[in-house]
Structures are given as C-alpha cells and as structure tokens.
C-alpha cells in the first residue's frame, strides 16, 4: 500500500522553518516564568500539523475524481482525523482565536477543487496556510496569537512563490512583480511591523536573480531558497 505522503520537500522546508520561528519567538517570551508546561503539547502541534498536511495530496485526489476511489477518501480522513486528535491540546484553547484563518482553509479547498493548484493563488495561499504554524506553535507556548510573527513569517516565504514563478515564465511583468513585492516587504517590516529589516536580508538574492536571470537547474534553486530560509529564521531570531 503506498501511502500519500506530500513530496514537496520546499513545502516541508517552509513548515520547519515557520515551526522554528515560533518555538523561537515563543521562547523569546520566557513562558517558563509563568509555569506553563508547554514542551508535549508544542510536540503533538507539530505532530498534528505534519498529518493535516500530508492530507492534502488525498484530498486533492478525491477532489479531482469526484470521490470515487475511496481509498483517496479513506487516507483523507486517517491523516486528518489523525491531526485534529493530536492538535486537541492547542484547539482547547486555540479554536477560537485562530477562527479567524478558517477563510484560508476554505479557500484552498475551492481552488484545488478547480484544478488550480499550479495558480500564484493556489501557492500563495498554501504558503499561508503553511506559515500559520508559526503563530500556532506561538501560541501553545505563550498563549497569545502572534498576528506580528505571521506576517513577518508569510511575507518572506511568499517571496520565493514569486521568484520561482519569475524562474519558470521568464516575463518582465514577474520580474517586476517580484521586485516590487520584495521592495513592499521591506516597508511592511520597517513601518508597519517594527522588525528590523535586517532580518529579510536574504531577499536581496531575489533582487538580483531577476537583474541578471541566471540559469539554473530547479535543485540549485531549492537549495538557494532551503539557505535563505535558515538565515531568515537565525536573523528572525536575533531581531524579534
């Protein structure tokens, strides 16, 4: 039996690294002081979220065939009913502040549902529902969302949506797109988000990819992303 397992090594690298930012951040706050007792229930999060999204490629499955093979269905719910029974320790709490991302999770559905996983907004949104776990996992330390952290967490991965898209099209109008997106994230993070520009640093690799639009094989690229997604959440650390 083979079993869905999501093979998109950039999406678990986004989730490792949104996973660290928030235990970093977390820690940051000091939660020890308070006497909370937060190391197994940070450890069923991370479990419960790594089911919910290896739910995603049966999802997609039953999405695309209408339902008809069940064992599609039958690993759907396994990996998700799976997640929700792990994650019972951060929704007794978590439910209802997080509702608010609950238009996330609907949206990503109608748009698998329409066979547009490949769309910039398909991906877009999968990358923000995969940096959520930086304010989930923020908040079964401290018990406080983190809206701060989630923007600062979505707003850097987002930027690699862009650059890969610049790499496949080869349009000026992604070229731009991407420049104007990066040069927009620094002004969210300065003005708007009080963190140290410093910490988006690594996006200048993205400035000057599409000034000079290197060739480059697609693992070359992932890699590049994989190191500017580990000095992100070094510097994230430093600066938060």
């Not at 090594?9 to 000091?30: D, E, H």
């Not at 002081?33 to 739910?55: E, H, P, W």
């Not at 930086?134 to 401290?142: K, L």
């Not at 200048?204 to 992932?222: A, I, P, Q």
Request: charge should be positive; include cysteine.
């Amino acid at each position: 039996m083979k079993i869905p397992i999501v093979k998109e090594y950039g999406s678990w690298a986004v989730f490792i690294f949104s996973c660290s930012a928030g235990i970093t951040a977390g820690l940051l706050a000091r939660p020890w002081q308070t006497g909370k007792d937060f190391s197994l229930a940070t450890l069923l999060t991370v479990l419960g979220l790594i089911f919910l999204i290896n739910s995603k490629n049966p999802l997609s499955s039953v999405l695309r065939t209408g339902g008809r093979e069940k064992e599609h269905l039958l690993w759907f719910m396994f990996f998700s009913l799976a997640g929700i029974a792990l994650l019972i320790p951060f929704l007794t709490e978590g439910a209802k502040p997080f509702l608010v991302f609950s238009p996330l999770v609907f949206g990503y559905v109608i748009l698998l549902s329409g066979r547009q996983e490949h769309n910039i907004f398909t991906e877009l949104t999968g990358f923000a529902l995969l940096t959520l776990s930086a304010p989930v996992i923020y908040f079964v330390i401290t018990g406080e969302l983190s809206l701060r952290l989630y923007l600062a967490v979505f707003i850097f991965f987002a930027a690699g949506v862009f650059k890969v898209k610049a790499r496949i099209k080869k349009t000026l109008a992604y070229r731009w797109l991407m420049i104007l997106y990066c040069a927009a994230s620094f002004i969210v993070f300065f003005y708007y988000l009080n963190i140290s520009a410093i910490v988006l640093l690594p996006l200048f690799e993205n400035f000057v990819y599409v000034l000079w639009m290197r060739d480059e094989k697609l693992v070359t690229t992932g890699n590049i992303e994989l190191l500017k997604g580990v000095v992100f959440t070094v510097l994230l650390g430093f600066f938060w």
